[in-house]
């Protein structure tokens, strides 16, 4: 069972707000000794998403290079948001934007 599960509806509203670009707190150090990711994020929106209806991210950590993921029903993505920043834009368009987060990390560091 993943240790987080966040569970997210957007809707359009009168006044749409987002999520300010940040990292996402490791709960231990964000590299492993050997260098690689601690945790990883899955994103799982369960409706199609794109542009200002979707989440933002950097392609690598400090880039600052924010692109939204485009991903249709049923896709998923998975990224490093313990060292990539990322965020969310006002829901300006016509469709509510449901989706599912969550991290996995190596057993090892689960105990």
């Given at each position: 069972m993943p240790d987080i599960w966040v569970f997210n509806i957007n809707p359009r509203t009168a006044e749409?707000?987002?999520?300010a670009p940040h990292?996402?707190?490791?709960?231990?150090?964000?590299l492993r000794p050997d260098g690689s990711a601690a945790s990883i994020n899955f994103w799982l929106p369960l409706t199609a998403v794109a542009g200002a209806n979707?989440?933002?991210?950097?392609?690598?950590p400090g880039?600052?290079?924010?692109?939204?993921?485009d991903l249709d029903y049923g896709?998923?993505?998975?990224?490093?948001g313990n060292r990539c920043r990322?965020?969310?834009?006002?829901?300006?368009?016509?469709?509510?934007r449901v989706s599912i987060d969550f991290r996995v990390i190596p057993a090892s560091l689960a105990a």
């Open positions: 749409p707000k987002g999520w990292r996402d707190r490791p709960y231990a150090d964000p979707s989440l933002y991210s950097e392609s690598a880039l600052g290079d924010y692109a939204p993921f896709e998923c993505m998975r990224f490093y990322h965020y969310t834009v006002a829901n300006s368009t016509s469709t509510t």
